[in-house]
């Protein structure tokens, strides 16, 4: 997995998403996701990319699923997702995984475009 990072809004407001976003962008830190977890806390995400969907076997809580495209747009939110569940998006590139009922706290929602920033910048 790569470093942590801010997720922002991107727009005027650059809104914080996710305070603490680690990246998997690697075949096995995707693979390894959030299982052996016992949850997440609130600011936490896991960016997987590129994939079209995920799934929540073995896991032992909900998560909210942010499935975004190339340009890290929202194209949907799945909140909620619970434990051996399965769920993608015809178009996405990428996934969001959050704690359950922070994309609903956060207001994510369709068609918001998002920014990955390094710690900093």
Known sequence: MTKVRQLLIDDPTERVVCDRCVVADRPHTRL??????RGMASGEGLLLKPTPAVHTCFMRFAIDVVFLDERLEVLAVDPHLG?????????ARAVLELA???AGRRGVHAGMPLKLVTDGA
Request: hydrophobic share 35%; aromatic share 12%.
């Open 83 to 91: 434990p051996w569940r399965f769920a993608g998006r015809r178009g």
């Open 32 to 37: 390894r996701g959030l299982l052996g977890r």
């Open 100 to 102: 359950a009922g922070e």
